[in-house]
């Protein structure tokens, strides 16, 4: 559903039937709008020791998500809060910060990626029924209206899904809407509990889910945001540590104003600056793309970052590789099978443990006599699971 059909459908709203079941809350949604009613859910939601959770946001314009809606359920309620009426929600971010508590979610980075940096710790306790999908037989990544669909037999409305959450009052299809993404989580959970304890999975399960917590995985790399831009392989390793300098002045920057970084200085005009090298601050506004208040308000930070980035040092040039790509991408299919044949025999997806593209650089160095890197595939949990075959001793013996 679009936003105008949320807002403006004179077509009386007829929401779907709540599945009857002892897990899911079947009353209407109560909406939290003042630090009372916030401070009775807190203490609801303390009680029950666990809750689903989930929020809305819109993020287009603005470097950090514009939070609009906070959406908990327990087996007793459902609570949709507005952070748009209620300006303190320190007591809320204490629930996620608190161990003591599980909190359910689904594809939860987004929503968990606001604690760190509200509150300087981390989330806790958290249960990711799509992680946890991929562990209990599931497909992976597997969507919430599918989760729901394969676990309980019910359909998702998601018609609301990408309506204007801080538009206010809040219409029947959107609250329908935002209530239905908790409102199963608790039934979901216990299944997926069960379900783990027959597989034998809860111990990789709960580190899985501990992974999330970790603030490392909330901290933006500038240099790994996919760029548009066009020719970064003919430039020069000084003019690419310019490019690079210019990534991220800008991430610096639009996070200060809370803009995106595109939206302040698109790749285009990055690379047409590190191209041309502009000296002079008069020479930044006639290079193509860049902005005129860029030119103008902030021309002696880029002049200062191109010269930071001219002295050194420079990117390396990328290794090229002893192998051939068709010995590469046999070996990789190679790993991949053994990978999937273990992941199987433990009914688990084997996309949520790895894929060939993260396979790709263990196989490569291998072939080429380098040092194996770390990843996520060769420590943790996933290496407990599969052993052997992701150990240095398996993997140097890999045949092309």
Request: aromatic content about 6%.
């Amino acid at each position: 559903m679009s936003d105008e059909a949320a807002h403006n459908n004179d077509e009386p709203f007829r929401p779907a039937p709540i599945l009857e079941h002892p897990l899911v809350c079947a009353t209407n949604p109560v909406l939290v709008d003042t630090p009372e009613k916030l401070a009775d859910a807190i203490e609801h939601l303390r009680s029950a020791g666990t809750f689903g959770y989930d929020t809305e946001f819109i993020g287009e314009d603005s470097y950090y998500p514009h939070l609009c809606v906070i959406q908990a359920a327990t087996t007793q309620r459902v609570l949709l809060i507005d952070p748009l009426a209620i300006e303190d929600l320190s007591t809320w971010w204490a629930l996620l910060n608190d161990d003591s508590l599980c909190k359910i979610l689904h594809a939860g980075a987004q929503d968990i990626e606001p604690v760190y940096r509200l509150t300087g710790k981390p989330a806790a306790n958290l249960f990711d029924t799509q992680v946890i999908a991929g562990l209990v037989g599931l497909d992976y990544p597997l969507s919430l209206g599918n989760t729901i669909q394969a676990i309980l037999g019910v359909a998702h409305d998601a018609g609301a899904k990408f309506s204007k959450w801080d538009r206010r009052p809040l219409t029947p299809q959107q609250i329908h809407y935002a209530a239905g993404d908790v409102r199963y989580l608790c039934a979901i959970h216990a299944w997926m509990q069960d379900k783990l304890m027959e597989l034998g999975n809860s111990d990789l399960a709960k580190q899985a889910c501990e992974e999330l917590c970790d603030p490392i995985r909330y901290a933006f790399d500038p240099l790994a945001r996919k760029v548009k831009a066009k020719g970064l392989n003919k430039l020069s390793r000084k003019k690419r540590a310019v490019f690079n300098g210019l990534l991220v002045w800008r991430e610096k920057l639009a996070r200060e104003l809370n803009v995106t970084p595109r939206g302040l200085l698109a790749d285009e005009a990055a690379y047409e600056i590190a191209e041309n090298l502009p000296r002079e601050q008069h020479l930044i506004g006639a290079i193509k793309f860049v902005p005129r208040p860029i030119a103008e308000q902030y021309g002696d930070a880029v002049l200062e970052t191109i010269e930071a980035a001219i002295a050194g040092p420079h990117p390396k040039k990328p290794i090229s590789p002893k192998h051939s790509r068709d010995d590469l991408r046999h070996a990789v299919n190679a790993l991949w099978d053994r990978v999937a044949q273990a992941c199987e025999a433990r009914s688990i997806a084997p996309a949520a443990v790895t894929s060939k593209r993260e396979l790709g650089p263990l196989v490569s160095a291998v072939l080429d006599g380098r040092p194996i890197p770390q990843r996520p595939i060769n420590t943790g949990w996933r290496r407990d699971l599969l052993g052997d075959i992701v150990s240095d001793e398996a993997l140097v013996v890999i045949d092309a």
